[in-house]
């Protein structure tokens, strides 16, 4: 029996889930979600219904899991709560600093509907946090060091694209190279926010848009941008198109710490990602959980989760003899 699956929003990210549900023949696209005119938007899975979302309630007994693949500054907030409450749900909510917030509301609301609600996936927060976690845990003397980039974030340029008088917008996070040395070498430096990134940002403006109150915007943006060194360059829609058309992304966690009885020893683990295209990804990493969902509703669990509460057999369509025989 194929794990039925709703995809809430159809922008990069619900694309990007819609071709790993693809690549996964346990799982079955159901319907897609949208607030545009369904009839104006056309998918890649044939025989698939695209509906307006003031629909979705009436598939609440033909969809096992519904992806929301909304923006994380103003559609998660609200639209995972909502939906929490008829369907097991699963989000990538990256503002890192409201997570315990969302996680409040949407365990409520996934307690009250029966249902389980896996927020916060991606590769961070998700798979950053999970190897972050993990290597703590094995270097209990050391720091954590998360770099991200060069590439494009979806979120970022998502809450840039929200501002009035805004057409388009990328927005690209580099490291800053001396920083990752410095780690990479057990120096276990101290750094504040903007030692470690810049950030630049690319724009479209409507004609006429005070683009200096746009820039302003920006770089003040809390948990955004006003943390960090910030470039913001307005752009034609042409030169948009042509230089920052694709979503490529990655960077690195790295965990520095000592061993031995005087701690005479550095030890160093690094985890990276190098992504050709960010949703897709991203992506890929929901489906996958969109199977842990299944799971642990069939299990009669309810409630919110994060990484931290799904064990990895879990998200696999093997079995345990069959993950052990070929995986372990």
Known sequence: M?????????GNLGRGVESAIRQNPDMELVAVFTRRNPENLKIRTEGVAVLNVADAPDYTDKIDV???CGGSATD???QTPEYAKLFNVINSFDTHARIPEHFAD???AAKEGGKVGIISLGWDPGMFSLNRMISTMILPEGNNYTFWGRGVSQGHSDAVRRIEGVIDARQYTVPVPEAVDKVRNGENPTFVTRDMHTREVFVVAEEGADKARIEKEIVEM?????????????I???EMKANHSELPHGGFVIRSGVSGFDKEHKQIIEYNLKLDSNPEFTGSILVAYARAAYRLAAEGQTGCKTIFDIAPAYLSPLSGEELRAHLL
Do not use: C, H
Not at 222 to 234: K, L
């Open 76 to 78: 998660l907030p609200t």
């Open 236 to 238: 034609s829609a042409e």
């Open 2 to 10: 194929s794990i039925r699956i709703g995809i809430l929003g159809y």
């Open 66 to 68: 519904m992806i929301l």
């Open 222 to 234: 809390p948990n955004y941008f006003a943390d960090y060194n910030t470039t913001v360059t307005f």
């Open 106 to 108: 949407v365990d409520k």
